[in-house]
Nanobody
Framework: QVQLVESGGGLVQPGGSLRLSCAASLNIFSMDGVAWYRQAPGKQRELVARITSGGITTYQDSVKGRFTISRDNNKKTAYLQMSSLKPEDTAVYYC???????????????WGQGTQVTVSS
């Protein structure tokens, strides 16, 4: 059973940086579109950033200029580089990706279990 696995979360001071990673737990054929979402306590899950298979990116306005989404197609891994972090960035961050397990498989949507990011002094 393929799973998406996030890593890189943790506790960081305001103004600090973290890099989140998202990869499949098993070898897969391809990773297509990838998005990062976050959910703060008592709030709805929201889209943070998205990257297409061709590398086109979009961002939520509140993170523009501070966060960068990227991907390594050879490693089938996506990243979210977060800089100038603020306390309001505190949330569980989730990776969402369209994966093709085998070359003949249909593309399916997967979610990771989430990684906690806490921004606090």
């Amino acid at each position: 059973q393929v799973q998406l696995v996030e890593s890189g979360g943790g506790l960081v001071q305001p103004g600090g940086s973290l890099r989140l990673s998202c990869a499949a737990s098993l070898n897969i054929f391809s990773m297509d579109g990838v998005a990062w979402y976050r959910q703060a306590p008592g709030k709805q899950r929201e889209l943070v950033a998205r990257i297409t298979s061709g590398g086109i990116t979009t961002y939520q306005d509140s993170v523009k200029g501070r966060f960068t989404i990227s991907r390594d197609n050879n490693k089938k891994t996506a990243y979210l580089q977060m800089s100038s972090l603020k306390p309001e960035d505190t949330a569980v961050y989730y990776c969402n990706a369209a994966l093709r397990i085998q070359s003949w498989s249909t593309v399916r949507d997967y979610w990771g279990q989430g990684t906690q990011v806490t921004v606090s002094s």
